[in-house]
């Protein structure tokens, strides 16, 4: 994080205070950590659908594989189930590759907070220090 928010969580947070009606908090503090819960919460589910969408090719390939092989004998037809799932696991692919390109992204969850704050307290840095960068 570098002690600086990253554009798009400058953007979250605009949205959130947006959103949020005045006399929810009491000061700026409580805002902070209120939206910090948030992104919390929005890494987790994005890293989770990250990891489900690079997951899912591998799978579906190895049901289809599996597939193959669960055809009864003396069977010279595949249900339409079977080409379903491989036309799922065929499509699967490219989402998969995507998702594996896709980062995550910076997020201001508590802990960075905490660090700020800590760092802020110590006194290490000067008085403008804060979460964005001055131009």
């Given at each position: 994080?570098?002690?600086?928010?990253?554009?798009?969580?400058?953007?979250?947070?605009e949205d959130f205070v947006g959103r949020s009606s005045r006399s929810s908090f009491g000061n700026?503090?409580?805002m902070i950590d209120a939206f910090a819960t948030t992104e919390r919460s929005r890494q987790t589910l994005v890293g989770l659908m990250r990891?489900?969408?690079?997951g899912l090719a591998p799978t579906l390939i190895a049901c289809s594989i599996g597939s193959?092989?669960?055809?009864?004998?003396?069977?010279?037809?595949?249900?339409?189930?079977?080409?379903?799932?491989?036309?799922?696991?065929?499509?699967?692919?490219?989402?998969?590759?995507m998702a594996y390109g896709y980062e995550v992204g910076e997020h201001?969850?508590?802990?960075?907070?905490?660090?700020w704050r800590s760092r802020r307290e110590q006194g290490?840095?000067?008085?403008?220090?804060?979460f964005c960068r001055r131009q």
């Open positions: 994080m570098s002690g600086y928010l990253d554009i798009r969580s400058l953007e979250r947070l700026l503090n409580d990891a489900v969408a690079i193959i092989y669960s055809q009864p004998f003396g069977a010279v037809h595949y249900s339409w189930l079977h080409w379903l799932l491989w036309c799922c696991a065929g499509a699967s692919v490219p989402l998969s590759v201001l969850t508590p802990d960075k907070v905490e660090k290490a840095g000067d008085s403008s220090s804060g």
